[in-house]
């Protein structure tokens, strides 16, 4: 009996499903139109080597832009999700910013640009979203009449840009979240400068009153030369 050779066609194996590319669009509740594209939506991932990316963009009124990109990648031992967005061109108009009186409360004018950073890698988390206005003026109908509150009222008037920085590190169950603002710096300063006032104040008056005493007895010295 002679013996025979079989060949078989090697096996590539397919995913299941595989969308290469996809068009998408949408309205946000402000009215911006966003269109753009997600590539690679597969079964599994491994299978073509390539994660799955999506970027968007698109524009509203007064010069409002917005643009949405990522990825999800699982071809790694450790799932990771990263997701960026910048929205600019924010009206800030009539904004309230807080309830407290130590401030101004409400902005009259400005315009607004907010950035936004997220990865999550396993079960960690990096988040970094950053805020920026610009061209800021404030409604400033209640300034306060105590001389302290008055100061710190005085001094964010004085900035016609705010910004603010937070950042949080960590896992869902335990984080660390930091805070960064130039508000924080103005008010600072603002301390700093009025004690330093107070304290240059209260050198004076002191010394004024040791000359005057020693002014005192000196007229008396030069009484008996």
């Known amino acids: 009996m002679m013996a025979r050779t079989f060949r078989f066609p ?11 590319n996809a068009k998408i669009s949408g309205t946000t509740p402000d009215s911006i139109y966003l269109s753009g594209n997600i590539r690679h939506i597969v079964s599994d991932q491994r299978i ?11 524009q509203g009124k007064n010069n409002a832009a917005l643009t949405i990109n990522g990825e999800f990648n699982y071809l790694g031992e450790l799932p990771t999700e990263v997701v960026n967005a910048t929205y600019r061109g924010i009206s800030l108009r009539n904004t309230k910013i807080t309830d407290s009186d130590l401030i101004p409360n409400k902005l009259a004018n400005g315009t607004g640009a907010i950035r936004a950073a997220l990865t999550m890698k396993g079960d960690q988390i990096l988040s970094d979203i950053g805020f920026i206005g610009s061209d800021i003026t404030y409604v400033t ?21 705010l910004t603010v920085d937070v950042q949080l590190k960590g896992t869902a169950a335990n984080y660390a979240m930091s805070l960064n603002s130039n508000l924080d710096q103005a008010l600072a300063a603002a301390l700093k400068k009025s004690v330093n006032k107070e304290i240059e104040k209260a050198k004076k008056k002191l010394t004024d009153r040791v000359d005057k005493e020693v002014a005192k007895y000196r007229s008396k010295l030069d009484g008996f030369v």
């Open 10 to 20: 090697l096996y590539t194996p397919q995913p299941d499903y595989w969308v290469k």
């Open 48 to 58: 073509i080597g390539q994660p799955t990316t999506f970027d968007m963009q698109g």
């Open 141 to 161: 109908d209640k300034v306060p009449t105590n001389r302290w509150k008055k100061l710190l009222y005085e001094a964010v008037t004085d900035l016609n840009t």
